[in-house]
Each structure stands twice: as C-alpha cells, then as structure tokens.
C-alpha cells in the first residue's frame, strides 16, 4: 500500500506494533499507516483478544505485512526492534508485563527485549482507578513512557492518534537539548476594539507549536506562550496562555532563563485603545485609531540562542531573504525564517521557508511543518 510520506522521521526504524484485546484496537490501523508515513518499518503483534476485535489482514493491509499472533518455533518475540509500543494496552496486559507474564506474542516480546516501551492503556475507567491496575501502571511507568489516556464517557480512552505518534518520536528522538530551557511564541494576538469585537489574524499557530514540539522530543525543558491559536500543543510543555500583544510581550519579558527563544507568534502590529460598551452597528461609520504595538522581539534576553520569524506576502526569493536579513541586522538574532503568506501557508499543515544565518542562505522546500520545525532546529544546532 502506497502512502503520502510525511517525513523521514522514523527512517530506518522498526517498531513492534502490538495490539491487544481493547476496543480500541480498531484505530491500530491507522496508528500503523501514520508510522509508515514518516519512514517507519512497522512489525504487527496480536493477542488473541485483538484479533476478536480486528482481522489480522486489516493490520496487514496498514503495516505491509502479516502481523505476529502467536508463539512459534522462530522465536519471533526475540526479534530486533527499535522501540515496543503497545496500543492499546489493556489492564490484563499491564499485569502481565509488570509481573514478568510472557503468555502471547506481545507479553513474551517485553519479557525478552531491551527495547523502550511505549504504553498506550485502554480500559473501563473503573478498572483503571482501581488500586492493584494503578499500581502496575505505576511500576511500569518507571521503564516506560505511558501515554495518558482520555478520561471520559465511564472509560480511560485510548489516546489519540497525535499524541502516540508523538510519544514514539520522543522515544526514539536523540536529546541534544536536555538540560536547556526554550521558549517558543506562537499563535495570534487579539487586540480588542470593544468587549465583542477584535482586530487579529489567521495564524493557526500550527508552526510555533510544532517548533514547541520538536524542542520536547529533543529534551529541552520547553514554555510554550501561545496566543489563540487552533494547534493543539504538546502535553510535555509548559503553556502560557495569553491573548493580546501586551500579554505576550509581559509573559516573554518574565522569563529571563531560558537558552533558546524563538518568536514564532503572529503578534499583531497595532491595537487601539479598547471601548468598554459595544459599539453600535447602527452609528454609522466607524474610525479606529491604530496604534503601534510594542516589538515582543525588543525583550528578548541577550546571551540566549535567539530565531525570528518573517512573514511576506508575494514577494520574490530575493525579496523575501532581503527582509529576513534585514530583520537580523535590527535584532541580532542568531536565524531568521521566512516564508511567504501568499503560498497558501496560513492555516495548513505544510510550509516552505527560507533561513537566514550569518553563515548563508538555506532554502527549504515545502514540507509538513513538524518535518520543517526538526529542520530549523537541525539548523540552530549548529550555531
């Protein structure tokens, strides 16, 4: 089966996939179809109880090849595998594992292999309060990376699809910044003209947060100050939550630890002085006076790693590095990004950029953005 590659991310990975008797094992195909698009080899194991819930040739058809369902001559739980993630993981597995149980395929693989665990549980929400399974999640979380479940609906859900793929990716992604604090700005500002009304912009803060993310995977200690934006961010960061270009450049100006910024955020570039009735539709015309917004950049601490980012809107490569440069000489930063609003990048998953270093030019082509986000920081390592 052919499938959109989304990055390389997981190239020349394998990952065991083992699913077990949860409900939830119907979403194992496309957990299965997203590791494949970014360059995993994915290597199915099911328990019996999985396979009453799913056939064996649906994950067949998701992982390009027959999943592993049962314990055989040709030792297939002693296989080489870079990570082990169990999605779902019901309670009855947990036990197993914990207590050293290798009955199936996916038991007796975590008995025998020194790979890391990636622990996605599933279960009736009374089961996964209950003491002895809060226990065995306990102890397993000590070798594991467990990744929270939804607790909703009478059930401890199984996570979404996002937050397992992103658990792998920390697993397997090496930490170059543990140990350094970022901060990362995102999303737009909204500066409010009455208690209803508000002058803001599109961003979706689909590049900031992913940015955040990629600093997570790495193992920086990351505080993401997002504005209003539609990106869900990562559940390893620290997240403040702020809403007008004031509060954004408050919450950057508060925090003077941090070795890595990066000014990701669509802050508005004016503001008006806030009515505290609603104006009326019927007043006829309406004049705004606009006024300048305090630069967020301005606050950034010297010392610290710094990267902007530069939005144009149909201009040329040229045009585009020129302004990007242009922001650098006023700043200092260390990087600037730019890109190109007019190439339908507000609000999509992909982006393309141009990065502007002391050193030279890189010109990055359009890419997912969390594909582009490792980039920049590949890039930003180098400084």
């Given at each position: 089966m052919e499938l959109k590659t989304r990055s390389e991310r997981l190239a020349g990975r394998r990952i065991a996939l083992c699913v077990t008797g949860s409900v939830a094992a119907v979403e194992s195909v496309r957990i299965a179809r997203e590791l494949r698009r970014h360059g995993a080899e994915v290597i199915p194991y099911m328990t019996k109880g999985a396979m009453g819930i799913i056939h064996p040739n649906a994950l067949e058809f998701a992982a390009g090849r027959g999943p592993v369902a049962g314990l055989t001559g040709a030792v297939e739980h002693l296989a080489d595998h870079d990570l082990i993630l169990i999605a779902p993981a019901t309670a009855n597995t947990i036990a197993k594992i914990v207590h050293g149980i290798a009955d199936n395929p996916v038991t007796a693989l975590a008995a025998s292999s020194g790979s890391?665990?990636?622990?996605?549980?599933?279960?009736?929400?009374?089961m996964y309060e209950n003491p002895v399974v809060a226990g065995n999640m306990r102890l397993l979380r000590e070798r594991s990376?467990?990744?929270?479940?939804?607790?909703?609906?009478?059930?401890?859900?199984?996570?979404?699809?996002?937050?397992i793929v992103d658990a792998v990716f920390y697993a397997l992604t090496p930490k170059d910044l543990k140990g350094r604090r970022v901060v990362v700005t995102a999303g737009p500002t909204m500066?409010?003209?009455?208690?209803?009304?508000v002058i803001t912009n599109r961003s979706s803060g689909k590049m900031g947060v992913a940015l955040a993310r990629e600093a997570v995977?790495?193992?920086?200690?990351?505080?993401?100050?997002y504005g209003p934006g539609t990106a869900k961010p990562p559940s390893r960061a620290e997240v403040v939550r702020v809403e007008t270009s004031d509060e954004m450049l408050r919450a950057v100006e508060s925090r003077r630890d941090y070795d890595i910024f990066i000014g990701a955020a669509a802050v508005a570039d004016f503001t008006v002085e806030p009515r505290k009735e609603k104006l009326g539709s019927r007043e006829g015309g309406i004049t705004l006076e606009l006024m300048p917004t305090k630069k967020t950049l301005s606050?950034?601490?010297?010392?610290?790693?710094r990267v902007a980012f530069k939005a144009g809107y149909g201009l040329s490569e040229k045009g585009l590095i020129e302004a990007a440069s242009m922001l650098m000489e006023e700043t200092g930063f260390d990087l600037v990004v730019a890109n190109d609003l007019s190439k339908g990048v507000l609000g999509s998953d992909e982006a393309e950029a141009v990065i502007v270093k002391k050193e030279g030019v890189i010109r990055l082509e359009r890419m997912d953005k969390q594909a582009l986000a490792k980039r920049i920081f590949d890039e930003l390592m180098r400084i």
């Open positions: 890391g665990l990636v622990i996605a549980p599933a279960m009736h929400r009374e990376i467990f990744v929270e479940p939804l607790l909703e609906e009478g059930a401890a859900k199984m996570a979404p699809l996002e937050d500066e409010h003209i009455d208690p209803v009304r995977f790495r193992g920086a200690d990351v505080t993401l100050i606050v950034v601490r010297e010392g610290a790693v």
